[in-house]
């Protein structure tokens, strides 16, 4: 049976309809038709592979889009043809069916990426010590998105090309060169020079995946490197969006770009009394109880002295940023209970000199008090 035998049927049957409304509901019922096979191979797929085979499940889910959109439009282009359409109708079909055609070989392009780099970074799924997995996390998550960015790009350029308004348009555009490449130029800059940082950071990487920054006066975790910005969970989960060009313009402190290890600082004012010695011995005793120290970095020392007190500063290291703050806070806690309970003549405390109340004010301050005098003061 010919295309003409079956046109002559089709308008026999269905000749009191709209022609338009009949191909268009050919179209319509294709397309129902094609989603409905993909349906019914996949549940007969999961019935029969779907238990011993987890990856083709996986495979599935992650081509579901692409694949629908393939059967339906094969669909299409069985049934345009026989459709009772007249161009009115028939040419917006056929350029929407080109449209969605580049669509899905951009979608497809984006998808075998994501798989790819999927599979390529199963081999480095622990990425909170394991520097050498954050290196590839980072590297693979910019460069998909550069990627993903760059071939939608192309596909609606593509897509847009195929109107001849539009091309004519574009042609006209870069012909010209004068103040609309201009504008077009300076409105771009910012998508552009944020891609260019991206490859930059992927390249050089001063920040990976889950390192520890302090940036704009806040500290958090590299949470994601987007195409174009990076998020930073700060320590209260609260998230900052930070276009990725700042990495690469301004400064910033990276807590752990070559390891996690960090020491932690321990400021401490004491009395001038206080033994000095006996606290660093009960300091490198106590730290060894904690789960938290790494064994590398004890110290104590003597840092600064004023009118009132002297300075301590105690040095504790951990195996990463958040183990170093819960260790400084650990040990603080633990030095003002040893000072409070072992060692109370260490604790800060105020010095006066008493003037007596019937004395002249001036000629005391112009003549200091015995040093007898002075010292039983002190006591008092």
Not at 258 to 263: C, F, M
Request: net charge positive.
């Amino acid at each position: 049976m010919n295309r003409h035998a079956v046109m002559t049927d089709i308008d026999r049957m269905f000749g009191w309809i709209p022609s338009w409304f009949v191909g268009l509901c050919l179209v319509a019922g294709a397309m129902l038709l094609a989603l409905t096979l993909y349906r019914v191979a996949v549940w007969l797929l999961n019935r029969a592979f779907g238990t011993r085979l987890s990856l083709l499940g996986v495979f599935i889910e992650r081509t579901s889009g692409p694949a629908q959109l393939a059967l339906c439009l094969a669909a299409v282009a069985l049934v345009l043809p026989l459709a009772p359409l007249d161009d009115a109708f028939r040419t917006p079909l056929t350029s929407l069916f080109v449209v969605a055609f580049i669509a899905l070989i951009g979608w497809i392009s984006i998808r075998i990426v994501d798989m790819s780099a999927a599979r390529y970074l199963q081999n480095f799924r622990d990425v909170s010590e394991n520097f050498v997995a954050r290196k590839h996390v980072t590297q693979v998550r910019v460069f998909k998105r550069v990627t993903d960015t760059i071939i939608v790009v192309i596909t609606v350029s593509t897509a847009l090309m195929t109107f001849d308004s539009v091309r004519q348009y574009g042609v006209s555009l870069f012909a010209s060169a004068g103040a609309a490449g201009i504008i077009v130029g300076l409105a771009a800059r910012p998508l552009l020079s944020n891609l260019i940082a991206g490859v930059q950071i992927a390249i050089t990487q001063p920040i990976r995946i889950e390192d520890a920054v302090i940036i704009e006066n806040e500290w958090g975790w590299v949470e994601d490197i987007a195409s174009t910005y990076v998020v930073i969970r700060l320590w209260d989960w609260r998230r900052m969006v930070v276009p990725l060009s700042y990495f690469i313009e301004k400064p910033f402190q990276n807590w752990t770009r070559d390891t996690a290890s960090l020491i932690g600082v321990i400021p401490l004012h004491v009395d001038y009394r206080a033994d000095v010695p006996r606290i660093r011995r009960w300091l490198e005793e106590a730290i060894k109880d904690s789960a938290l120290w790494d064994g590398a970095v004890v110290n104590l020392q003597v840092i600064n002295a004023d009118s009132r007190t002297i300075e301590l500063r105690a040095l504790v290291s951990a195996r990463n940023a958040p183990q170093s703050w819960d260790l400084r806070c650990e040990m603080r806690e633990k030095l003002i209970a040893f000072i409070r309970d072992e060692m109370p003549e260490a604790l800060p405390r105020e010095r006066a000199i008493l003037i007596p109340s019937g004395g002249d004010d001036t000629d005391f301050v112009r003549r200091p008090a015995a040093p007898e005098k002075m010292r039983a003061n002190a006591r008092n």
